[in-house]
RNA sequence: GGGGUUGUAGCUCAGUCGGUUAGAGUGCCAGCCUGUCACGCUGGAAGUCGCGGGUUCGAGCCCCGUCAACCCCGCCA
């Protein structure tokens, strides 16, 4: 097809703006065909722009025969140029916000043809039939032609502008940090980058510009911002990717309180721009009271449900599981959620045999349960509930005549792991999660420390650069777990969208940090001495936060995955299926880098025998499986690959003549 | 690192107990149609049942392996 110049072709209007005001004007568009209906001799085409969507029309008996084929030969997507009269329509469509008028066309330009799309390119109202998400990945750049993913993406943007105008309008300033820097010992994974100047030394690029911010603050700037990536090379969730935008913001001279006053006007304003009403102060929740109540250090208060203590209640019952715990003075307890109402009373067999292995999967034993429904009290342990423990349980659904009660027994770790999941799908399955409302809140008085059985020292919960908690600063030596760090994060929903501290500001209170944290003192020299040196010139007390943006945006376009709120997202498996990206790369690139890669090194070569076992070790199963699978039409002498523990590997076999072999 | 779900036409999916020529909707192509807007009607093309083995007279379906996407646990200061 001879395809148009755009030449001097102009836009006149945006394809949605136009209105019955507009009619009898001659109007020049751009866009996209959205669908093309063909009646014959009249012929409706729908312009799709950034901005909206408008019909197309031509007659047969008002325009050039030529002009009418052309408008035919269009197809879905082809890229067009249209000039015409803006006339009202014979049938109005009120689903459309130009669905009062039509461009009755005059002339048209074909700038360019298009294959058909391998996704649906519209949005299915009401199948709601989506292409799969790989193809949608592999071919972003048409799923991003979707109404939903542009509104997604405007969205993101005013979200941005907002955030800037915000902190603008207080006195902050944007200070970019590096994105070539140095990699931290402590947390997450680094995505490293080899220093061609410099052989066997290697950038990483930031997990977050956390020292930097401080630095600033050192250099006296008060009032820091910064909308910036931080790359982290850990595995992915539907909510986590390997680069990530954050908006990071410090301040010079503030209490926990300053900062958190800075972001909850902001937070106000964001959940405006969806028509969310918020009210200001924020509830503040200790972390510890997060964890008794919600089981989670993220709670969605939008349940009011909250977990109870009901260990005491088992102080005398037969019931050895629940008395067991409330005989180990605290070490183990009995908590449970109580669930007022016909539904949590009605819940099936089949569906708390689901819940069961949900709460399994989290490690739980199992899911003791007391239900009072149309046929009074069934349990898991009914033959322990003696009619007094009945009615002592029964007061805890608040008077209602049906219910649910599912326990949990163990540590305050393993019963807040299961019923604080437990908590929000119950919630969900009794209507009893208000979705239609935000609920923000700041968790606070986070640990400082945390013991690693992996490092078999205390890490940092936070970073080991938060303020300790005054009143709890001599724990540090003392009793560490028990220290209290200046540490709060921002939840929304159940969602972590922020956190943040109060830094430590003086070289002094760092050091004995990083003694505690069993850092060195020449290696906290090494990896950090800019920041002590920074420390001992004049550092004023500071703290600040980080929002995670991709996540806040999730939430305000109610997605549940944060690659609805990015352009170009990555897999699960971290590779980007549109550029194929991570991906091999020229030999002599590595070598300029100093670099050899141990990937794909030659497969390690076993000798194996033929056993006979009359029933076989667990230990030796696999090894017996590749046997077996070798002993299938394979030769005495023979080279075969298969996977052994795992990994693809070449195996010779020989007749050994005997029950022997040999396995590394 | 571990667990789970999914993989059939361009797309979304169905496919019974292992049994004849693998279906539907949509999209695509062609024809008809003067008020459509998820247009309608008629016809047509379209398949490596993810890939590799195995069992079987016979495999989309059963078994083993593998790849990919998604969800979760670990991990994410």
Excluded at 111 to 132: K, R
Aim: glycine share 8%; aromatic share 8%.
């Amino acid at each position: 097809m001879q395809l148009d110049q755009l030449g001097n072709f102009t836009r006149s209007h945006r394809n949605g703006a136009l209105r019955m005001d507009h009619v009898g004007q001659t109007v020049c568009l751009l866009g996209w065909c959205k669908r093309s209906r063909d009646m014959g001799s009249l012929v409706f085409l729908d312009l799709r722009d950034r901005w909206g969507v408008v019909q197309i029309q031509a007659n047969e008996t008002e325009i050039a025969p030529d002009l009418l084929a052309r408008l035919k030969s269009v197809r879905s997507e082809f890229v067009l140029g249209v000039e015409g009269v803006v006339v009202e329509r014979e049938a109005k469509n009120p689903n459309l916000p130009t669905g009062d008028v039509e461009v009755k066309l005059t002339g048209l330009k074909i700038f360019n043809t298009a294959a058909t799309p391998p996704i649906p390119v519209d949005d299915m109202a009401e199948s709601g039939a989506d292409a799969g998400e790989d193809l949608r990945l592999k071919y972003r750049f048409l799923d991003l032609r979707r109404p939903s993913l542009q509104r997604s993406m405007m969205l993101r943007s005013e979200v941005s502008y907002l955030v800037r105008d915000h902190f603008r309008t207080h006195d902050f300033i944007e200070i970019e940090t590096p994105i070539l820097t140095k990699s931290t010992p402590e947390g997450a994974r680094d995505y490293l980058v080899p220093s061609r100047v410099h052989p066997g030394e290697f950038f990483a690029l930031p997990q977050s510009p956390q020292l930097f911010k401080q630095l600033l603050q050192v250099s006296g700037f008060e009032r820091y911002i910064q909308i910036c990536r931080c790359f982290r090379d850990e595995d992915l969730r539907a909510d986590r990717q390997p680069e990530f935008t954050q908006v990071d913001v410090e301040m010079s001279f503030v209490r926990e309180e300053d900062v958190q006053a800075i972001i909850e006007p902001l937070m106000v304003q964001l959940a405006g721009l969806v028509g969310q009403q918020v009210a200001t102060p924020f509830q503040r929740l200790p972390y510890r009271d997060a964890m008794e109540w919600y089981g989670s250090d993220k709670p969605d208060v939008r349940c009011p449900v909250k977990i109870q203590d009901l260990t005491a209640l088992f102080a005398a019952s037969d019931f050895n599981l629940f008395r067991a715990a409330a005989e180990s003075q605290g070490q183990r307890r009995v908590r449970a959620l109580c669930f007022a109402g016909e539904q949590a009373g009605a819940m099936s067999r089949k569906q708390l045999e689901e819940l069961q292995e949900v709460a399994k999967h989290l490690g739980a034993g199992g899911l003791p349960y007391a239900k009072w429904g149309k046929d009074g009290l069934s349990s898991s342990f009914k033959k322990f509930i003696t009619p007094e423990l009945e009615a002592a349980l029964k007061a805890k659904l608040d008077g209602a005549s049906a219910g649910l009660i599912v326990f949990a027994v163990g540590t305050d770790a393993q019963t807040s792991k299961v019923l604080g999941e437990l908590r929000l799908r119950l919630a969900r399955a009794f209507g009893q999660l208000d979705e239609t409302r935000f609920a923000f809140l700041w968790v606070v008085d986070f640990p400082l420390l945390e013991w690693s059985e992996e490092h078999a020292r205390f890490v940092a919960c936070h970073h080991p650069f938060t303020s300790p908690h005054p009143e709890d600063l001599d724990l540090l030596e003392t009793n560490p777990g028990a220290c209290r760090a200046v540490a709060y994060d921002l939840v929304l929903n159940g969602y972590e969208v922020g956190g943040g501290s109060i830094r430590i500001h003086d070289a002094e209170t760092q050091s004995r940090m990083f003694r505690t944290l069993g850092i060195g003192e020449a290696e906290a020299r090494s990896k950090f001495g800019f920041l002590l040196d920074a420390l001992t010139f004049g550092a004023p007390p500071m703290g600040g936060l980080a929002l995670g943006l991709d996540r806040l945006v999730m939430l305000l376009v109610g997605e549940t995955s944060i690659r609805e709120v990015i352009a170009f997202p990555k897999t699960a498996q971290a590779r980007c299926l549109m550029t194929d990206a991570p991906s091999e790369v020229d030999p002599r690139q590595l070598k300029e880098l100093h670099i050899a890669s141990t990937a794909g090194a030659p497969a390690q070569a076993y000798r194996a025998g033929v056993m006979f076992f009359e029933s076989v070790p667990a230990e030796l199963q696999a090894p017996f499986r590749a046997l077996q699978t070798l002993s299938h039409g394979v030769k005495p002498h023979s080279t075969s690959t298969l996977t052994l523990d795992g990994e693809l590997v070449r195996v010779e076999t020989s007749n050994l003549g005997g029950p022997s072999f040999e396995f590394e």
